[in-house]
Every structure is written in C-alpha cells, then in structure tokens.
C-alpha cells in the first residue's frame, strides 16, 4: 500500500510506501503529481 500525503510543516508532497521487507519508506516532493508518479513507477517494477 502506498499514498501521498502533504507534510504540514514544510508543504511537500510525502511518498510513503512499504518496502519488500515491510519497512516503512518515504521520499519528499515539491508538487503531489511528482509524487504520485514516483509511486506509480515504484509499483510497476
């Protein structure tokens, strides 16, 4: 599962997803659609 949420103390864009071992990651970015497609290539590999 992963999703995008927007930090309120700095207004990036979070990435946060689990990784094969079930740890929790996350990246930052200045605008959601960055965001969103980070996401969408990490689950297509």
């Known amino acids: 599962?992963?999703?995008?949420?927007?930090?309120?103390r700095d207004g990036y864009?979070?990435?946060r997803w689990r990784d094969p071992l079930g740890g929790q990651r996350?990246?930052?970015f200045k605008r959601k659609?960055?965001?969103e497609r980070f996401l969408s290539d990490l689950q297509a590999k």
Do not use: E, Q
């Open 1 to 8: 599962m992963a999703h995008v949420v927007k930090n309120p």
């Open 13 to 15: 864009w979070l990435a």
């Open 26 to 28: 996350k990246k930052s």
């Open 33 to 35: 659609v960055d965001a």
